[in-house]
């Protein structure tokens, strides 16, 4: 399966809400890195991603998120991940993540 990755920016709130569709492994991590790049270098704001409807995601997808979340928190904003599916959300909370995401 692909991952579909809709974006959208909340002027209001100064935020950044993103939806993740489908798989985020080694084959299209750097589809995800090069997105959360361009949302931050557009507008450094916070994110939100929502990933009700991703059905996974592997160390690789993970370490973009983690990743994004470093340069990110080193500029004061943060990122979110909302909604995770029941698979997903054993994984966050198996490598600790949870406390940082969720």
Known sequence: MSLEMK???NAQENRW??????EVDISN???LRAELKAMFD???SSVNIDIQDLSYIDSTGLGVIIGAY???KEQGVS???LNPAKNVEKLLKITSLDRIFL
Not at 17 to 22: E, N, R, S, T
């Open 42 to 44: 557009e507008n450094a």
């Open 17 to 22: 809400d993103m939806a993740l569709i489908g």
């Open 7 to 9: 974006r959208d920016y």
């Open 70 to 72: 470093g340069r990110m």
């Open 79 to 81: 990122v979110k991940l």
């Open 29 to 31: 991590a750097s589809l």
